[in-house]
Structures are given as structure tokens and as C-alpha cells.
């Protein structure tokens, strides 16, 4: 529970682009089973190098950490980081971004084609010189004609006309769809907010205590509502700041209060946040939301409200 706006980002639905050199590096989620021997050979370092790279005393992790890797590897500038959905395979993965199973394979040092969900992968740059109209993608959970158009950054028009598809029709995992290619105009620019490894873990976090069990656009309307905070003068400027911000004595967020903040984000966390932070905002502007079942605080009940998902009320103070 809680007591402004649209942003824009290079954190895609599954998808975190990063630019060479960038303070932030490549992100990698610790998956069960992982080591840091393990992580380290993945990506060409060494144990000694994700240690000082993330400020490590020993060499002890958990699922869903966030490790900022330090790559020996001349991974390509345009390279992007992915995060294996449900159903996803090399083939796939390749297929969707254009390059082959093998570079996949030899980017990120995997001995066979075994992957689970929200495995990190190093995607290698495609042929961006490619004439192609369009290109395939396949439909996964919780997807979405709005989310997959936000992705590649097309309209839902242009896709349901690429894929004959009617206004009510509507779209199941693993089905295929083509993507029309997009038409770029030199003025347009990607510029916009980039959460750092640690503000996403810590908000992907809050989103998992928070939201857990409610709708995924639940989820990713927790997440803008922070976003939309921050946008906000009369809040504090970072994302640790709203989210462990203490007003007239009171936490704005419960988990903070009951430690629940601290425990590792789900999957569908740290997705919800990629796509709020691409723009999407089911909040509809919301700087708050509340479970009218959890709370008695009638202020936050007589603050307009946004629109209501799963259990809970979105407002804006």
C-alpha cells in the first residue's frame, strides 16, 4: 500500500539494451544453481573481477541478485541483453533478433541449447543493413498487440493489419506473428530515463512484495506509479529515495516496514518494470495505489482515482 509521468527508455519488454562502456554494464539476474565460478565462465572474466565489480567480500550469492558483469569478451557495442520467457528456445530467440543459434551460443560461452526462464542472454547485433519488410515473432505469456507494438516500437493498427487481424481478435502464447518493419524518421530520438542495476533490483523488488498474484498490468502500474513520483517535485529524486522515503513518521510502502522489501523479485517483476519504465502505464498517471480490504486510511480513499486492477485502487494525490 501507498499513502507523476510517461517515461521513455531502452528497457524493453524482455529486452535491456546496453552501450558499450556505460557505467552501467551488463546486469545478470542469479538464477538457482548459479555460482560465481560459473557466471564468471560464462562471460569470459574472472571471480576476482565480479567480486570488485560488485563489491563482493566472498564469493557467496543468490537468485536474484543483480551482477554487474565485467566481460573480457569483445561483445559488440549494439549487443543487447534478453531475458528467456516461457517457451523460448535458441531457435527462437535467433530467430526473433535475426542472428544465428551459434552466435548466441558462442556470445554467451553455452555448451548446449538448455535454457530456463529469465536466464539473461548476451544477444549479439544483427545485420542491421537487412532489406527485410518485416520479421517473426513468437507470442508469449502475458503478452499483449499494445506490448509486442511498444516493443518494436510500431502501432497495433500496423501490426493487426501485417497479421490480418481484427479489432477484437485476440492473440495465445507461441503464435507467430509478423512484424512489420518500422519506419524511422531522422528526428526521432530513444533518449530517456535508464534505471541503474540497483534501482531495478530494489523496484522490481517493492513490485514482487507488493503485487504479487495480481494481474501482470498490475504489476506494471505499481511499477509507474514510482516512476511517476519521480517525476514528481514534491517527492524525492531517486528510486531508493520514494521508496524508502518516511513522511510524518510513516513508511509510504509496508513492505519497507515488515522487511518484505528484501526479498528477491520475481521474473514478472523486474519484466513489469522494464515495461514501465518503456512507457506503458496502466496507473493512468497514478502516484499511489491501496487494497480497499487492507487499509482504513480514509485519506487515501478520498483521492481521486485513476482506475482500479486486480485488488488494488490507483489514485493520484
Not at 539473461?120 to 506490448?147: E, H, M, T, W
Not at 479489432?167 to 528526428?187: E, F, G, R, W
Not at 509507474?224 to 517535485?233: E, G, H
Request: charge should be neutral.
Amino acid at each position: 500500500m501507498t499513502f507523476k509521468k510517461t517515461l521513455v527508455s531502452s528497457l524493453m519488454l524482455g529486452v535491456l539494451t546496453f552501450t558499450a562502456g556505460a557505467v552501467y554494464g551488463q546486469v545478470y539476474y542469479v538464477q538457482p544453481g548459479d555460482s560465481l565460478y560459473n557466471i564468471a565462465a560464462r562471460y569470459g572474466t574472472s571471480t576476482t573481477t565480479l567480486s570488485q565489480a560488485n563489491g563482493l567480500n566472498n564469493n557467496q550469492i543468490y537468485p536474484g541478485q543483480a551482477l554487474n558483469i565485467t566481460s573480457k569478451s569483445n561483445t559488440s557495442s549494439s549487443s543487447v541483453a534478453y531475458t528467456v520467457l516461457p517457451g523460448d528456445s535458441l531457435f527462437l530467440i535467433a530467430q526473433k533478433f535475426g542472428v544465428s543459434v551459434d552466435s548466441i551460443k558462442n556470445n554467451n560461452n553455452l555448451s548446449s541449447d538448455y535454457l530456463w526462464a529469465g536466464k539473461q542472454l548476451a544477444i549479439p547485433s544483427g545485420n542491421s543493413s537487412s532489406s527485410s519488410n518485416s520479421s517473426r515473432y513468437l507470442v508469449q505469456a502475458d503478452d499483449s498487440l499494445f506490448l509486442i507494438a511498444k516493443q518494436y516500437g510500431i502501432t497495433v493498427a500496423a501490426l493487426r493489419a501485417a497479421n490480418n487481424l481484427s479489432s477484437d481478435a485476440t492473440i495465445y502464447p507461441n503464435q507467430s506473428l509478423t512484424i512489420p518493419k518500422k519506419t524511422v524518421s531522422s528526428s526521432s530520438s530513444s533518449t530517456g530515463l535508464q534505471l541503474s542495476q540497483n534501482d531495478a533490483e530494489l523496484l522490481a523488488r517493492l513490485v514482487t512484495a507488493e503485487s504479487d498474484g495480481e494481474p501482470f498490468e498490475g504489476q506494471v502500474a505499481v511499477a509507474a506509479t514510482i516512476l511517476n513520483r519521480l517525476q514528481d517535485p514534491l517527492y524525492p529524486k531517486t528510486i531508493a529515495g520514494i521508496i524508502y522515503q518516511v513522511d510524518n513518521g510513516r513508511y509510504q510502502y509496508s513492505p519497507v516496514l515488515d522487511g518484505r522489501i528484501n526479498q528477491p523479485a520475481s521474473a514478472s517483476a523486474y519484466r513489469a518494470v522494464q515495461l514501465a519504465c518503456s512507457g506503458w502505464d496502466p496507473s493512468n498517471g497514478a502516484n499511489g495505489f491501496y487494497n480497499p480490504t487492507k487499509t482504513s486510511n480514509n485519506w487515501v480513499k478520498s483521492q481521486p482515482v485513476t482506475v482500479s486492477i486486480g485488488d488494488h485502487i490507483f489514485f493520484n494525490s
